[in-house]
């Protein structure tokens, strides 16, 4: 399992996601450049981009849909998660550098990470676990919080001629965080329909989810979505999250209580 993060040695873990696009083309350019994301193939209507040869994201065109509401049910974030903090501090170094605007930054206790939003509104996280022998638990909760993220102790693990050279290989999608209407409705789904365990809730308005001891592959608030009722899918942003499972026979296909599309795919 070297060179392996831990959230991909879980029985299910977060495979890709798929974006819906106005403009599939400009949204595509900014996960390649800002994330170095690489273009796998391209379509017709689609684009998909990788880390090395590992399909990560799935944008797909759409003409005549509408403007994402970030008051609805859908993308909060998708979590490209970096094979070490090292990688995170050469992104970081090269963000500063480019002066490529973030929306916020923080320490998480169990991971390190930078937030952006893309060009059509979909919030991205860019980070870095901690090593896990160092996360907290209470029983079955893990101790995850916000506090400022240490930039110059990050930037402190650069060497002289370290560079960033685009998404390393081994970069994947750590966690998906989902917008919901209720966030012990959007629990009670995810424990009893997908088998995902709560590591983590916050009063009732965020929940956060994964297998096999992972801080969280599925994260779901509604701070902005209060009460929302299912998706219209005839707007831009998720289209669906697809799962990887070890013990998946065939592709499954169900939908959350808003709506959202969630895949499960045998593991490779």
Do not use: C
Not at 58 to 78: M, V, W
Not at 130 to 143: T, Y
């Amino acid at each position: 399992m070297d060179g392996i993060s831990f959230a991909m040695t879980t029985p299910t873990r977060v495979s890709r996601i798929g974006l819906k696009a106005r403009d599939t083309a400009t949204v595509a350019e900014y996960y390649k450049k800002i994330l170095g994301l690489v273009e796998l193939s391209r379509g017709p209507n689609v684009v998909v981009l990788g880390a090395g040869q590992r399909p990560l994201m799935e944008i797909a065109q759409s003409n005549s849909a509408k403007e994402d509401d970030p008051r609805s049910a859908g993308l909060y974030h998708t979590a490209f998660l970096l094979p070490s903090r090292a990688d995170l501090a050469r992104w970081t170094r090269f963000a500063i550098d480019e002066r490529i605007p973030v929306v916020g930054s923080a320490d998480h206790f169990v991971s390190e990470a930078i937030y952006l939003t893309d060009p059509e509104g979909n919030g991205v996280e860019i980070y870095a676990d901690r090593p896990r022998e160092g996360w907290r638990w209470n029983g079955r909760f893990v101790n995850m919080g916000t506090e400022q993220l240490d930039v110059p102790g990050l930037l402190g693990e650069l060497k002289p001629d370290d560079a960033w050279k685009g998404a390393p290989d081994g970069s994947v999608i750590g966690h998906v965080h989902l917008r919901v209407g209720d966030a012990g409705a959007a629990e009670e789904w995810w424990n009893g329909e997908m088998g995902f365990d709560t590591v983590q809730s916050l009063g009732g308005s965020a929940v956060f989810l994964s297998t096999g001891g992972y801080h969280h592959h599925i994260g779901a608030n509604s701070w902005q979505s209060r009460g929302a009722g299912p998706r219209d899918d005839q707007r831009t942003g998720l289209a669906w999250v697809e799962l990887e499972s070890e013990t998946a026979t065939a592709e499954t296909e169900k939908h959350d209580p808003w709506g959202t599309a969630i895949r499960t795919v045998p593991a490779a």
